[in-house]
T-cell receptor
């Protein structure tokens, strides 16, 4: 499978715990995006990488959220001290150039209890 | 701030009907508009539109963009139950490193 892959697909965690998600983009894509989607809403932008550089962060991304893409390939999104409001689907997407479509992974569904 | 508004938010039709989904947008320095279909998990790409008046077509789906009036429509003819999904519209600006900005989507339900 050469598409965008995300791991895990589902995560249930207790409030206050830290969680980390991984995204492997399509191999030749240098741009990687993280989005969050809640029920009845479209995906909301969180952050964006070009190669290993994090170029943009949404104001939605509180200081409990951190993302990395250390070698310009896979990326991780960590949420510290999770809250119930963090429950959502976390989607990763990648693209090659600015004017091409972004391809999405299957998402990681986070439930904070 | 870039903004995308989709209408209707939800729609129920019978198999064989034709539907039109709407997307209006406000974006600084428009570059492209994209349509995605989202069933259970990942949005899957349908169309990317950059020029006004040129229809993009794929089977029973088609889409067109009006850059003067700042909207796009997605048409689905002869709908099938497999068309049931959330249809997402997104825009991309030419400015800097901006990502796709999505609307809330239109939830289409096609009943037999």
């Amino acid at each position: 499978d050469t598409g965008v892959s995300q791991d895990p697909r589902h995560k249930i965690t207790k409030r206050g715990q830290n969680v980390t998600f991984r995204c492997d983009p399509i191999s030749e894509h240098n741009r990687l995006y993280w989005y969050r989607q809640t029920l009845g809403q479209g995906p909301e932008f969180l952050t964006y990488f070009q190669n290993e550089a994090q170029l943009e962060k949404s104001r939605l991304l509180s200081d409990r959220f951190s993302a990395e893409r250390p070698k310009g390939s896979f990326s991780t999104l960590e949420i510290q001290r999770t809250e119930q409001g963090d429950s959502a689907m976390y989607l990763c997407a990648s693209s090659n150039q600015l004017n091409t479509e972004a391809f999405f992974g299957q998402g990681t569904r986070l439930t904070v209890v | 701030e870039d903004k995308v508004v989709q209408s209707p938010l939800s729609l129920v039709v019978h198999e064989g009907d034709t539907v039109t989904l709407n997307c209006s947008y406000e974006v600084t320095n428009f570059r492209s508009l994209l349509w995605y279909k989202q069933e259970k998990k990942a949005p899957t790409f349908l169309f990317m539109l950059t020029s006004s008046g040129i229809e993009k077509k794929s089977g029973r789906l088609s889409s067109i963009l009006d850059k003067k009036e700042l909207f796009s429509i997605l048409n689905i003819t002869a709908t099938q139950t497999g068309d049931s999904a959330v249809y997402l519209c997104a825009v991309r600006s030419n400015s800097g490193n901006t990502p796709l900005v999505f609307g809330k989507g239109t939830r289409l339900s096609v009943i037999a």
